[in-house]
């Protein structure tokens, strides 16, 4: 089961940004998921499903939020590869 939420924003706010409303909700949706990636709040994969696509595609995009498709600190990797 999933839930829905309502942003409102003015309704001038998709033009300013020469954006339709479409690609504006969606902008932000992405932003929401990627924001919360970086925080380690949720997976790639959570993160993913809330944008409707697969974790891959997620992945590169993070690219374009300047967010790193690994976000771990140097200790948690080695202890990652040590626990491989």
């Known amino acids: 089961m ?9 309704d001038t706010l998709p033009d300013l940004l020469q954006e ?3 690609v504006f909700e969606r902008e932000a949706k992405m932003a929401m998921a990627v924001k919360l990636f970086e925080l ?3 997976s790639s994969g959570m993160a993913a499903e809330m944008v409707g696509m697969d974790r891959v595609t997620f992945l590169l995009e993070l ?5 790193e498709m690994i976000n771990m600190e140097p200790e948690e990797l080695a202890s990652d590869v040590e626990n491989a």
Not at 2 to 10: G, L, N, Q, T
Not at 63 to 67: D, E, K, Q, S, T
């Open 2 to 10: 999933s839930r829905k939420m309502e942003i409102e924003y003015p």
């Open 20 to 22: 339709s409303s479409e």
């Open 40 to 42: 380690k709040r949720i």
């Open 63 to 67: 690219h374009r939020y300047g967010v």
